[in-house]
């Protein structure tokens, strides 16, 4: 093994003689001037890159970026005033529904109380006239029942006076008789 790292040792020893000094070629100011040209060769490479190809390309996507942003801001605008409409709209339309509604139903509380109305004054008007009847009948019963009264009362005499006295007497004396005792 010794005698690898030797050998080792005499090629890194030979390799920096040939280069003249064992330091960093960074470093070495003869080395400058080339690095120096290198350097500008491949920045000035790099800035034609970026400036021909990459830059435009990058400013193209940003510049439809913001119009695709200020498209959009604007749709999003004109969205929203049309939602604006259509929510008046339609507020407008609930208020008039509302009122046609409240209308219909006073129409409708107006009919029925109407209705009822005319139903009732033609009950009281049948209830009257079949009261009107009722009493009616009660004065033709009453007037029948006083007629019956007087027969019964004629008869009624007759058969006192003939129980009492044994005599008989006639319907008209009867009749006269019980016309005494009514008044």
Do not use: C
């Not at 929510?87 to 008039?96: F, L, N, T």
Request: hydrophobic share 45%.
């Amino acid at each position: 093994m010794a005698e690898t790292a030797s050998i080792t040792d005499t090629a890194n020893g030979a390799a920096a003689a040939a280069h003249g000094s064992g330091g960093l070629p960074q470093f070495d100011l003869s080395l400058w001037p080339g690095q120096i040209f290198w350097l500008l060769v491949v920045f000035g490479v790099f800035y034609l890159i970026l400036d021909k190809v990459l830059l435009p390309r990058i400013s193209g996507l940003i510049k439809e970026r913001r119009q695709t942003i200020e498209s959009n801001a604007f749709e999003a605008q004109t969205l929203q005033g049309e939602i604006e409409a259509a929510r008046h709209r339609a507020d407008s339309a609930v208020a008039e529904a509302r009122a046609r509604g409240a209308q219909l139903a006073s129409e409708a509380r107006k009919s029925v109380e109407a209705d009822i109305a005319k139903a009732k004054n033609e009950s009281e008007a049948s209830l009257a006239k079949d009261i009107e009847a009722a009493e009616q009948k009660i004065r033709d019963a009453q007037a029948k029942a006083m007629e019956s009264v007087h027969t019964i009362a004629a008869d009624v005499t007759t058969a006192i006076v003939q129980k009492l006295t044994g005599q008989n007497i006639s319907g008209d004396e009867a009749v006269k008789a019980a016309a005494r005792t009514d008044a």
